[in-house]
Every structure is written in C-alpha cells, then in structure tokens.
C-alpha cells in the first residue's frame, strides 16, 4: 500500500478530499492547478457553446462549484465542472423553451442545476445510487461517443463563419454543408490556426497549454488587427466580477418540463462520476465514500444554479489533467477555483476580441476526443451484442438527440443484461478421465455417473427463464441411456428465485417423483434456501435432497448404489 493511502476511518465529513495534507505534495498539488486553469479555463467556454449559455458562465462552473465539491467530497482526484455530455443534455433540454444565451434561458439552465442536485442529494438519502449501475460500460462509451460525433458536426458553422441553422444534428449538418459557398476565409484560418496550434502542443508534450496559447494569440491577432473588420465574429463584451447569487426565477409549469432533463443529467453524473472516481482511486490504492460525493455533487450542482450558471460532473478530462500533472489532491481544485477568480476580477476585458471560431475550434476537438474507437473496437472484440447496443445508443444521440440516447442506453442495457438472464449459459457436469467434474454442453447429454445428471443453472431462477429451466430438465431426463435416476441442480449460481421460479421447481420436482427420479440439489445459498421455505409446505427441496456441494452429492449417489 502507498503512503497516499487514506483510510475511511480517518475522514472526515469534509475536507476528505483535501487532509491529511503531506506537505512534500503541497507544491505538486499547487502546480497541477495552475495546469487544470490553463488547460481547463478554455474547455469550459466551449462548453458553454455546446450548452448555449453566455461564455463567463463557464468560467463559474469552475469557481464555485468545483471548490464546493473539493471541501465537500471524498475523491481526492474527482474534478468538477462543466462537461459535454451533460451541457448537450442541457441545450436539448431547453430548446425552444427560450433564446439561447438569454437571461430567461439562463434561469432555466441555473434551475435544472438546483433540481439536479436535488436529485443527487435525494439519491444518497434513498440510496437510489445503483442507478447508475444501469449505464453498462458498453453503453456508456457508445452515449458519449454519439455526444462527441454531434458536438463535433455541430460546430463546423462556427469554424467556417458561416451562419448557424437549426433544428437536430443532421439537418443541421446538412444546411451546414449547403453553406459552403458562403465560407468566410479569413474565419476558416483562425479555425485551422487553432487546430494546428492545440493539436501541434499535444504531439510536443501533453501539458503544453495549447488551447490556452491559441486562446490568447487570436486574442492578441484579433485586437492588433482588427478581424470583425474582416468579418471575423467576436465575443463581444464579457461582463467582470463575480456571479450573481439568487433563486432563479422560473415559473411551475417550467419546472415541470425541467424535471425529465434534470434526471437524463441526473444518470449521467451519477454513471460518469462514480466511474470516474473509482478508477483514480483504484490507481492510488485511495478509498472514497460515494454517498460522500453524491452529496458533495448535490450541492455543488446546487450552488452552480445559484450563482447564475449551469450543470457541473465530474469530468474525466479534467480529472486526467491534474492527475497526469502529478496533483494527488483537492488542493489542486483549489488552486484552480483561486485562478479562476483572478480572472474574473481582472482579466476579462481581452476575451472580448476572442474569435468565436476559436471556441467552435476548441469544442470541435472535445467532440472528437468523445468519439472512444478504440473503445469500440474493444468491445466489438470482446462480445458483439454489447457492441451492437452501444452503436445503437451513439446511432440514437446523433438522430434522436441526447435525452433520448440516454433513454435508450438505459432500456438496452436492462434488455441486455434480461436476455442473458433469460437465456443463461446452463451447462452439465460430466466427470473426466481424471476424476474431476468439467462443465460440457446441455446438447451432450453427458452424465457425472452412469444414472446421475448434474445440471448447473446460470442464472437466478425467475419468471422468464423458469419455463427454460422446466423445459431442459425434462429433456435431460428423457429417453436417456442410461435411464436417470438421480438429477441434481447444482444452485452455485443462482441468487435468487421467485414465486414463478419456485413453483417451477415444485412442478419439475413432482414430475420427476412420478418419473422415479430423485431431485436433489446442491451449492444453495442460505438466502435462496430460506426462499424456497417460504414458498409453502411441503417443502419444494426435502431437507435430505440438499446437499453441501456436488462432490457430496456423488457420494451419497455411489453409496446409494452400492447398497443396491
């Protein structure tokens, strides 16, 4: 174990991301937040492109927010803040609801935060945490996947200068395309300046801040020569200070419709966050509580929404920053929140030069990062029915659009983990020229002994795969040589088993009965046991039909027939 690991019973109920501080860390901590500022400073204003909101509201997303969750979680790497996924969930939440970008929409934006961090804090006080359980891996990789493809194809209005259409991401694209006439040069070289400026610094080094240089050199290009005067779109004027603080003013019937948004976002933190968190503090052998940082994002969704910006997560990208710039705490987080509100104070007048195409350039690029290939070739490799849920989920984001991709991504993830409970990977044992029990398929008929059918059921017993389970029993003691006289269920796997799935049993028990076979059973977990006593008398299972393990059940078999 590492001298960075920090035990749960050495927390406390906050700053449990930030002490024990080791003071040999402090300055790595410090280091890696000015790293996260300069990196993660032009991130969130393109998020606030994808989100539809004033540009300054992205820098509050990483003020507030990510310094209330730094004192309130348990991760010690978990950064927090505006995210892609998340914003694009948020801007087709709010369509037509109201203009982009206007105070109105700003309301709405901050009120979905609150109700989103409700929803968070709800979940560790009900323990609805398992939620998030829901988003398989496979399908998580296919929805941010289908987020970056519709970021990314949504930008390039931006980057070419020329007008901006709406309606969904294909028709979009396709109006985008029918504009290429109207390409504004000098708008298409700021765009590709940028992309050779912040792609040209990764393949130097990872950390150079190439996104922060293009940010202040179109900066600088624009002020010293003028570009609005080329046609170049601008900012415009940032306002200064700090956010505003209030309630945001939202009617009823607009909370109402906010609430769907709110819980698609709702299983979006919880899935990409906990996964998050958890694969940091796997690699620093670090324990976290995650009902800790549930309610560390609760409030720090609830304090974005009151200080007059939108939905924050936990963001794997920024995670990744402070991690590969050696921070090992919330420290880190800290420093960045104090950078941050340097420039608030000071350093917002440049951004009023700042091209828009150099945003549409910087998101462009977070789209594409979402886009996980090889992510999706693993899972091709390893097995092509998850493959084929998450394309479909990446397919659903780009058509349908995102709140509809998380449905999706839901239900195909509970339909693929029911039709491989329905169907399970039941399998009998025959014993082997060394003695042991080796799994072989159903369609071999194989016995353990001459007269003895050891049939192991993968899954829990239920409602729709008890008639799987009846239908396969039977057949394995039909028309056998030789005849079957004793069949027994090896239970190792089966967790649980429904009334269906009892009365199943009870069904196959007294058929075998009048068959002359014995059912016997094995490896039952001592909750399903108390299940199927419940169930009624008489007993589904005979308490000498119940054997400790398979090996026993051979045994008693052998001592059977010797006894003839």
Same mark, same amino acid.
């Given at each position: 174990?590492t001298?960075?690991?920090?035990?749960?019973?050495?927390?406390?109920?906050?700053?449990?991301?930030?002490?024990?501080? @080791?003071?040999? +860390?402090?300055?790595?901590? %410090?280091?890696?937040?000015?790293?996260?500022?300069?990196?993660?400073?032009?991130?969130?204003?393109?998020?606030?492109?994808?989100?539809?909101?004033?540009?300054?509201?992205?820098?509050?997303?990483?003020?507030?927010?990510?310094? =209330?969750?730094?004192?309130?979680?348990?991760?010690?790497?978990?950064?927090? !803040? /505006?995210?892609?996924?998340?914003? &694009?969930?948020?801007?087709?939440?709010?369509?037509?609801?109201?203009?982009?970008?206007?105070?109105?929409?700003?309301?709405? /934006?901050?009120?979905?935060?609150?109700?989103?961090?409700?929803?968070?804090?709800l979940?560790?006080?009900?323990? #609805?945490?398992?939620?998030?359980?829901?988003?398989?891996?496979?399908?998580?990789?296919?929805?941010?996947?289908? =987020?970056?493809?519709?970021?990314?194809?949504?930008?390039?209005? !931006?980057?070419?200068?020329?007008?901006?259409?709406?309606?969904?991401?294909?028709?979009?694209?396709?109006?985008?395309?029918?504009?290429?006439?109207?390409?504004?040069?000098?708008?298409?070289?700021v765009?590709?300046?940028?992309?050779?400026?912040?792609?040209?610094?990764?393949?130097? @080094?990872?950390? %150079?801040?190439? *996104?922060?240089?293009?940010?202040?050199?179109?900066? %600088?290009?624009?002020?010293?020569?003028?570009?609005?005067?080329?046609?170049?779109?601008?900012?415009?004027?940032?306002?200064?200070?700090?956010?505003?603080?209030?309630?945001?003013?939202?009617?009823?019937s607009?909370?109402?419709?906010?609430?769907?948004?709110?819980?698609?976002?709702?299983?979006?933190?919880? &899935?990409?966050?906990?996964?998050?968190?958890? &694969?940091?503090?796997?690699?620093?052998?670090?324990?976290?509580?995650?009902?800790?940082?549930?309610?560390?994002?609760?409030?720090?969704?609830?304090?974005?929404?009151?200080?007059? +910006?939108?939905?924050?997560?936990?963001?794997?990208?920024?995670?990744?920053?402070?991690?590969?710039?050696?921070g090992?705490?919330?420290?880190?987080?800290? +420093?960045?929140?104090?950078?941050?509100?340097?420039?608030?104070?000071?350093?917002?007048?440049?951004?009023?030069?700042?091209?828009?195409?150099?945003?549409?350039?910087?998101?462009?690029?977070?789209?594409?990062?979402?886009?996980?290939?090889?992510g999706?070739?693993?899972?091709?490799?390893?097995?092509?029915?998850?493959?084929?849920?998450?394309?479909?989920?990446?397919?659903?984001?780009?058509?349908?659009?995102?709140?509809?991709?998380?449905?999706?991504?839901?239900?195909?993830?509970?339909?693929?983990?029911?039709?491989?409970?329905?169907?399970?990977?039941?399998? =009998?044992?025959?014993?082997?020229?060394? !003695?042991? #029990?080796?799994?072989?398929?159903? /369609?071999?008929?194989?016995?353990?002994?001459?007269?003895?059918?050891?049939?192991?059921?993968?899954?829990?017993?239920?409602? /729709?795969? *008890?008639?799987?389970?009846?239908?396969?029993?039977?057949?394995?003691?039909?028309?056998? @040589?030789p005849?079957?006289?004793?069949?027994? %269920?090896?239970?190792?796997?089966?967790?649980?088993?429904?009334?269906?799935? &009892?009365e +199943?049993l009870?069904?196959v028990?007294?058929?075998?009965?009048?068959?002359?076979?014995?059912?016997?059973?094995?490896?039952?977990?001592?909750?399903v046991?108390?299940?199927? @006593?419940?169930?009624?008398?008489?007993?589904?299972?005979?308490?000498?039909a119940?054997?400790e393990?398979?090996?026993?059940?051979?045994?008693?078999?052998?001592?059977?027939?010797?006894?003839?």
């Open positions: 174990m001298e960075a690991r920090v035990d749960k019973k050495f927390r406390l109920p906050i700053l449990g991301g930030i002490v024990p501080i @080791d003071p040999s +860390t402090v300055p790595a901590d %410090i280091a890696a937040g000015v790293t996260l500022a300069a990196l993660g400073i032009p991130e969130v204003m393109g998020y606030t492109k994808i989100a539809g909101m004033p540009v300054i509201t992205g820098l509050y997303t990483i003020l507030i927010p990510i310094a =209330v969750f730094a004192l309130l979680g348990s991760s010690r790497h978990l950064v927090v !803040g /505006a995210d892609s996924a998340t914003a &694009a969930i948020l801007a087709a939440g709010l369509a037509g609801m109201a203009p982009i970008a206007s105070p109105e929409y700003v309301q709405l /934006a901050g009120m979905l935060a609150i109700i989103t961090g409700g929803m968070l804090v979940a560790r006080i009900i323990r #609805l945490g398992f939620i998030a359980n829901f988003l398989s891996r496979a399908v998580l990789i296919g929805f941010l996947t289908g =987020v970056g493809v519709q970021v990314a194809m949504g930008q390039f209005a !931006g980057m070419l200068g020329v007008d901006d259409p709406s309606g969904g991401t294909l028709r979009k694209f396709g109006r985008t395309l029918r504009e290429l006439p109207k390409t504004s040069l000098t708008t298409l070289a765009s590709l300046s940028v992309l050779v400026v912040i792609l040209g610094a990764r393949k130097i @080094d990872k950390r %150079i801040p190439g *996104a922060l240089i293009a940010v202040i050199g179109s900066i %600088i290009v624009s002020w010293h020569w003028g570009l609005a005067a080329h046609g170049v779109a601008t900012l415009g004027h940032v306002p200064s200070g700090l956010p505003s603080f209030g309630v945001p003013d939202v009617t009823w607009q909370f109402h419709r906010l609430l769907g948004t709110a819980g698609a976002i709702f299983i979006v933190i919880l &899935a990409q966050s906990a996964a998050t968190s958890r &694969a940091y503090a796997a690699r620093h052998e670090e324990t976290l509580d995650e009902n800790v940082d549930l309610v560390g994002l609760g409030i720090a969704n609830v304090s974005a929404g009151l200080s007059g +910006t939108f939905v924050v997560n936990g963001s794997p990208t920024k995670t990744e920053m402070v991690d590969s710039a050696g090992r705490t919330q420290l880190a987080s800290l +420093t960045t929140a104090g950078i941050v509100l340097i420039v608030l104070l000071f350093l917002t007048v440049p951004l009023q030069y700042m091209p828009s195409a150099v945003l549409a350039s910087v998101v462009f690029l977070i789209g594409m990062e979402l886009v996980d290939i090889a999706m070739h693993r899972i091709w490799r390893v097995r092509q029915s998850s493959f084929v849920v998450a394309s479909l989920t990446a397919i659903a984001v780009v058509v349908a659009g995102v709140e509809q991709g998380i449905i999706l991504a839901i239900v195909l993830s509970v339909v693929d983990h029911l039709r491989r409970s329905y169907k399970p990977n039941n399998v =009998v044992l025959v014993r082997q020229p060394d !003695g042991r #029990l080796a799994a072989s398929p159903l /369609a071999s008929g194989g016995q353990a002994l001459p007269g003895l059918v050891v049939y192991r059921f993968g899954a829990s017993l239920y409602y /729709a795969n *008890a008639n799987l389970f009846s239908e396969e029993i039977l057949a394995l003691t039909t028309s056998t @040589d005849p079957v006289e004793w069949l027994c %269920i090896d239970a190792a796997v089966i967790f649980d088993v429904d009334f269906t799935g &009892a +199943t009870r069904t028990s007294s058929e075998l009965q009048e068959r002359g076979i014995r059912l016997v059973v094995a490896e039952v977990a001592a909750s046991q108390a299940q199927l @006593d419940r169930y009624g008398e008489p007993a589904i299972v005979p308490v000498d119940r054997y393990t398979v090996d026993d059940v051979v045994e008693a078999f052998k001592e059977r027939q010797a006894a003839g």
